[in-house]
């Protein structure tokens, strides 16, 4: 087991809140040292045994401190990759963010077993950031629809549930898939500055990886967020693609959690929440007014990147 220097030195780095871990000293020092490298060296995570050894949400807290500790094996992995300093610089605050919106939802440092696995892949290389915007080392397109081109040579959107040979882009082509982390506005200019590195990337490091898009699923794509509230950004993010919806997901949960850091939250819930920025004005209102957010996707072919990275 990692030393509590060694614990505080990593939690620096990875720019997490020195009084976030300060609240973890406790915890970490009845840690048993044995049972926690067999937890975090093992293959596969045992979270039932994690939550039986740390009742309640204490588990929360080791997850934290599992996740701080995989800090030197994702410096091995980019030093064995060669994958440069810069791109270790950017996604190192990745953690640090998940942290502070665990602490704001809980009242205390730990994380969600899924946003453990998130940093899994991060620690691994299976995520990769550039800048502004992470994307994934490799990907299959799994939104339902295909692309094609009109005489006009105007690309338009059809649903479509399966591989289309005559599509320029269907389901289970090659991708780079984004991931937007919560690090500020989605300015222009700072997403393409990140495509434009994703881009030479993928044609130093993976020229074998053909990919015929780039690709991004979320919730921030819902149209309906340029429709209450004001966000040059957020429009000018949303129209750098061809947006589509991903049928049957219902992201208004995922919504109030990002929003407002209340898991499994409901218009109720937001009565008592500050609407200190817009985007919770906006937001509650469209929600407590009935309203609904859906999941969507944006697509920018491969084809189509030269004019917009020029």
């Known amino acids: 087991m990692l030393s ?33 490298d067999r937890i975090f060296n093992a293959e596969k995570i045992d979270q039932e045994e994690i939550k039986a050894a740390f009742p309640g949400e204490e588990y929360r807290r080791f997850l934290l401190i599992m996740a701080v500790a995989g800090l030197p094996s994702m410096k091995e992995h980019y ?16 953690l640090g963010l998940w942290v502070d919106k665990f602490v704001a939802e809980t009242g205390f440092p730990g994380l969600d077993l899924r946003i453990y696995g998130w940093t899994l892949a991060l620690r691994k290389g299976s995520i990769l950031q550039f800048g502004r915007l992470q994307c994934n080392y490799d990907h299959a397109f799994y939104g339902k629809v295909a692309c094609f081109r009109n005489s006009e040579g105007e690309v338009y959107l059809e649903p479509c549930e399966e591989h289309n040979d005559k599509a320029l882009f269907s389901f289970g082509d090659p991708a780079i898939n984004l991931h937007i982390p919560a690090a500020g506005p989605l300015k222009r200019e700072l997403c393409i500055d990140a495509l434009r590195k994703m881009v030479k990337f993928f044609a130093a490091y993976r020229p074998d990886f053909n990919y015929k898009a780039v690709v991004c699923y979320s919730w921030i794509l819902d149209p309906t967020f340029t429709r209450i509230m004001k966000s040059t950004n957020l429009a000018d993010f949303q129209n750098l693609g061809h947006l589509f919806r991903m049928e049957g997901v ?6 109030i ?20 920025t817009g985007m919770r ?11 609904r957010f859906c999941e969507y996707g944006t697509v920018i072919l491969r084809e189509e990147l030269e004019e917009l990275l020029k």
Request: charged content about 30%.
């Open 250 to 255: 219902d992201e208004t949960r995922e919504v």
């Open 257 to 276: 959690w990002r929003v407002f850091d209340i898991s499994n939250g409901t218009a109720a819930d937001l009565d008592s929440c500050p609407l200190n």
């Open 4 to 36: 509590w220097k060694q614990f505080t030195d990593y939690a620096a780095e990875l720019q997490i809140k020195s009084e976030y871990v300060a609240q973890t000293k406790n915890f970490f020092d009845a840690i048993d040292p044995d049972f926690f």
């Open 281 to 291: 004005k906006a937001v509650a209102e469209y929600i407590k007014g009935g309203g």
């Open 79 to 94: 030093k064995k990759m060669n994958f440069s300093q810069q791109m270790l610089d950017d996604i190192k605050p990745d």
